[in-house]
């Protein structure tokens, strides 16, 4: 569950239901604003809005201009913009320099779609906590820093992905990642996969750590989880 507070700011009552009650029941707070006035009033007065679901075409002002008014404001210059678009509306300068969202959805999107958006952009918005650049496990060695992994004193290649998926299997040891769970967090905003495609690069990963991969166990009809311990004596 994730706590962060979106504001929802759409002028098309029913989007705006759907939209609440899919965020909510993912455990987001909630604000909505059917107009741009609306939505600036809105974080006037409530500091602690994470990330901003932006319609494009709004009846008072166009997305586009709420987006500046954000982001030439001190107070909410930082804060996410998730821009929801029809097809061919301006996307090259919803996403580019000039107006400054974070992203964008073209409409319509599927809810999968757009939690997986909401999620890898709150992600990225959060200072990444700080970590030990060296993590030992076993035979395994990883620096985290340099995305490099070797088991005993062979250097395992591993493709980016392989290596996300690695470390938060890692960070997570002897907690069952659901393969939903995993998609969301290593695949983030690449939507045209399925949980099979967990499946083939966990084995791929396994395949690459030799020996080692016997750390990332298959929890039967659930996901994976990293080994407590390099022993497997998770007691
Ligand atoms: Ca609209």
């Known amino acids: 569950m994730d706590s962060s507070t979106i504001l929802i700011v759409e002028d098309e009552p029913d989007l705006v239901r759907i939209l609440k009650y899919n965020l909510e029941r993912e455990g987001f707070r909630t604000f ?38 954000i982001r030439a ?32 959805l073209v409409k319509p999107f599927s809810v999968r ?13 959060r200072p990444p906590e700080p970590e030990a650049e060296m993590v030992t496990f076993g035979s395994l060695r990883i620096d985290q820093a340099g995305y490099r992994v070797w088991v005993g004193d062979e250097e395992a290649i591993l493709t980016a992905l392989e290596f996300r998926l690695l470390a938060t299997l890692l960070a997570r040891k002897g907690r069952v990642q659901t393969r939903d769970a995993l ?31 016997e750390y990332v166990e298959t929890v039967r009809g659930v996901g994976y989880r990293f080994r407590l311990r390099p022993d497997g004596e998770d007691a």
């Open 32 to 69: 909505a604003a059917g107009t741009g006035n609306e939505a600036l009033a809105i974080l006037d007065r409530e500091p602690h809005v994470d990330l901003v679901l932006l319609d494009l075409m709004l009846p008072d002002m166009s997305g586009i201009e709420v987006c500046r008014r």
């Open 73 to 104: 404001a001190e107070r909410t210059k930082g804060l996410s913009v998730l821009m929801l678009t029809a097809k061919g509306e301006e996307i090259d300068r919803v996403v580019g320099f000039e107006v400054g969202a974070d992203d964008y």
């Open 113 to 125: 779609e757009l939690m997986l958006r909401v999620r890898a952009i709150l992600r990225r918005a």
């Open 183 to 213: 998609l969301a967090d290593v695949w983030s905003i690449e939507a045209d996969i399925t949980t099979r495609t967990v499946d083939t690069h966990v084995k791929r990963l396994r395949e690459k750590l030799g020996p080692a991969g």
